[in-house]
T-cell receptor
Framework: AQSVTQPDIHITVSEGASLELRCNYS??????LFWYVQSPGQGLQLLLK??????LVQGIKGFEAEFKRSQSSFNLRKPSVHWSDAAEYFC???????????FGAGTRLAVHP | DAGVIQSPRHEVTEMGQEVTLRCKPI?????LFWYRQTMMRGLELLIY????????DSGMPEDRFSAKMPNASFSTLKIQPSEPRDSAVYFC?????????????FGQGTRLTVV
C-alpha cells in the first residue's frame, strides 16, 4: 500500500538557518512526489514536484528537494529560512498517471527571529 | 485564472442539517478531487472525478456523504444529515492529466463546524 511518513511533527529553526524536512514514502513503482505548503487558514500550495529526470528538483520560494530511490526519501531543503516560511509542510505521493495524492501527516515549521 | 474557488469559506450548522459545499475548478482541468482535513486523520481523499465522472469514491466515509459534478466547472459535496464528527476543513482540488501535468491545485477550503 502507498504511504507517506513525515517523521517530524514540529520543527523550530532560527531565521537564516538551513532547513531540512524529512519525507519517506512507500510505493511499489516510481512515484510522483510532491511537497505542498499550507499557511494558517489557507489552502495547499504546490512547492515542487518530482516525476522523472534529475533527482534534485527546484521549487518556488527557494526550496529544493532530492529524490533518493535507495532510501525511499524525498527530503525538502532550504539553505536560509525566512520568517515567512513558518507554515505546515506536506509531502505527498501520487501513482504515476494520476494526481490522486496521498499525504503525509505534515510538519509544522516555526521560525524564531 | 482565479484558481480553484470554494464556497462558503466557513459554515456552521446544527447537527442533522444538510450541508452543501461548492467548488469551481480551474478551467481546463479535467480532474477534480475532494479532500477532508482533520487533526486526527490529516488530509484524506474522499472522492475524485475525471471528466465529470466519479472514478473513486472509496474515501467517502458514509452514505451521508455524496458528491456530484454536473458539469466541468462545478462540483458539490453534500452531507445529509450532518454530525459533529463531520467538522473539518474540506478542500477541493483540480488538475490536468498527471502524465503531463503532475500535481493538483487546491482551493482555500471550507471550514465546516457542526454543533
Amino acid at each position: 500500500a502507498q504511504s507517506v511518513t513525515q517523521p517530524d511533527i514540529h520543527i523550530t529553526v532560527s531565521e537564516g538557518a538551513s532547513l531540512e524536512l524529512r519525507c519517506n514514502y512507500s510505493y511499489g513503482a516510481t512515484p510522483y512526489l510532491f511537497w505542498y505548503v499550507q499557511s494558517p487558514g489557507q489552502g495547499l500550495q504546490l512547492l515542487l514536484k518530482y516525476f522523472s529526470g534529475d533527482t534534485l528538483v527546484q521549487g518556488i520560494k527557494g526550496f529544493e528537494a532530492e529524490f533518493k530511490r535507495s532510501q525511499s526519501s524525498f527530503n525538502l531543503r532550504k539553505p536560509s529560512v525566512h520568517w515567512s516560511d513558518a507554515a505546515e509542510y506536506f509531502c505527498a505521493v501520487g501513482p504515476g498517471g494520476y494526481n490522486k495524492l496521498i499525504f503525509g501527516a505534515g510538519t509544522r515549521l516555526a521560525v524564531h527571529p | 485564472d482565479a484558481g480553484v474557488i470554494q464556497s462558503p469559506r466557513h459554515e456552521v450548522t446544527e447537527m442533522g442539517q444538510e450541508v452543501t459545499l461548492r467548488c469551481k475548478p480551474i478551467s481546463g482541468h479535467d480532474y477534480l478531487f475532494w479532500y477532508r482535513q482533520t487533526m486526527m486523520r490529516g488530509l484524506e481523499l474522499l472522492i475524485y472525478f475525471n471528466n465529470n465522472v466519479p472514478i473513486d469514491d472509496s474515501g467517502m466515509p458514509e452514505d451521508r456523504f455524496s458528491a456530484k459534478m454536473p458539469n466541468a466547472s462545478f462540483s458539490t459535496l453534500k452531507i445529509q444529515p450532518s454530525e459533529p464528527r463531520d467538522s473539518a476543513v474540506y478542500f477541493c482540488a483540480s488538475s490536468q492529466d498527471a502524465g503531463t501535468h503532475p500535481g493538483a491545485f487546491f482551493g482555500q477550503g471550507t471550514r465546516l463546524t457542526v454543533v
